[in-house]
């Protein structure tokens, strides 16, 4: 069964009926931004979730993440053999450890205590469950939590094989692309332990603010959560022979075959897309960098005048230096629409008309290319 949030589980006016919030029938009706992007019926929603493995209960942030790492650790063992140069190194595992931290935003004074609420609950995810022996208590449990983050941290086990084609027997090239995407459900997250968690109410931070609540008793407008996760693989994963256990581990993705590339290649011929030149793919991009920039357009202008002015020059009078560097401002300009004509004696930059032709003929060229882009 699905554990995702309901509709109304982030509402910054979740309480104002009881008038926590001080709110009127105008204030209610403000529609939070961030309501908004983690609203689960959308389909759009961007949540992070915890879920308590033991007693099953679920507690769901908002992802404003400021902090996401992932780290694998191969574990090996030196064992050093006479006669050889270098020890034998035999493998014992790999381990996966992801850090996490979350700003935990409140506009109103309801969702502030609402907040505080739920970060309540993750921080009692950390303990163990108990159980009753004789007169004494012992641990029955260790608190085993799952963590998803969108797309980025799940159970990739869980995730669907792309769809087949029409035809029914292969896979469309683009099919999993166009079928990827992650559920709001805690139940998909990855099993694992909570080894650290800070959490930070920012009092001291004057531009953040608190809200106060009654006698003796505040809220931070923003809390910042941050926390060390190891996980536990649930499934084996290695290779057998040529083939990976878990596939789609670990974000889902199933990149393209070779055979896809191809039938996409085929495709695109037919649909007359040009496939793309590598060399000239690169020209292009270097084009962008060097004049898709603030003062972008006087630079080429500057590029072509002098590469037809060295190119003029008798070949044998250039320095390595200067050859160099006429060879790359050939292929920069030629990735922005110029061809190899115009950059070698095209225009007679000698002259103060030439230098005009030039300046022109870039400045034409340069809006091209920003048009195009």
Excluded: C
């Excluded at 949030?5 to 105008?26: C, E, I, L, R």
């Excluded at 941290?153 to 990827?180: E, M, R, V």
């Excluded at 001291?204 to 008793?217: C, K, L, S, V």
């Amino acid at each position: 069964m699905a554990d995702e949030p309901n509709p109304g589980y982030f509402n910054v006016h979740k309480y104002a009926d009881q008038g926590a919030d001080g709110a009127t029938a105008s204030d209610v009706s403000y529609v939070s931004p961030s309501d908004v992007m983690a609203d689960a019926s959308s389909g759009q929603a961007l949540i992070v979730s915890f879920r308590h493995e033991p007693s099953r209960t679920s507690v769901f942030f908002k992802a404003f993440i400021t902090t996401l790492n992932e780290s694998y650790n191969s574990d090996w063992t030196e064992e050093a053999v006479f006669g050889r140069t270098d020890p034998i190194q035999l493998f014992k595992q790999t381990t996966r450890r992801i850090s996490l931290s979350l700003k935990v935003p409140a506009e109103t004074i309801g969702e502030a205590y609402d907040n505080l609420g739920r970060i309540s609950s993750l921080t009692q995810f950390l303990y163990p469950n108990y159980t009753q022996v004789g007169t004494a208590q012992s641990i029955a449990q260790g608190p085993v939590v799952r963590l998803k983050v969108m797309n980025l941290i799940q159970n990739a086990a869980n995730s669907a094989p792309p769809p087949p084609d029409s035809g029914g027997d292969k896979p469309a090239p683009n099919a999993a692309f166009k079928s990827y995407k992650s559920s709001a459900d805690s139940a998909q997250g990855l099993m694992g332990v909570i080894t650290s968690l800070s959490i930070n109410h920012n009092l001291e931070m004057p531009d953040i603010g608190i809200f106060t609540h009654a006698t003796n008793t505040i809220f931070s407008s923003m809390i910042e959560i941050s926390l060390d996760f190891t996980v536990l693989h649930e499934n084996r994963l290695g290779w057998t022979k040529t083939k990976f256990d878990q596939p789609l581990f670990p974000y889902g993705v199933s990149p393209m075959s070779v055979e896809g590339e191809d039938a996409v290649r085929v495709g695109q011929a037919k649909e007359g897309v040009p496939a793309k030149d590598p060399k000239t793919e690169q020209q292009r991009l270097a084009a962008l960098k060097r004049y898709a920039t603030l003062g972008g357009k006087a630079r080429m202008k500057k590029d072509l005048i002098w590469l037809n002015k060295m190119s003029a020059k008798d070949e044998s009078t250039l320095s390595a230096q200067q050859k160099a560097n006429m060879a790359h401002l050939s292929e920069t300009l030629q990735g922005a629409g110029f061809k190899e004509g115009q950059l070698e004696g095209g225009f007679n930059t000698t002259t103060a008309e030439g230098r005009r032709q030039a300046r022109q003929a870039a400045a034409g060229k340069h809006e091209e290319m920003i048009d195009s882009r």
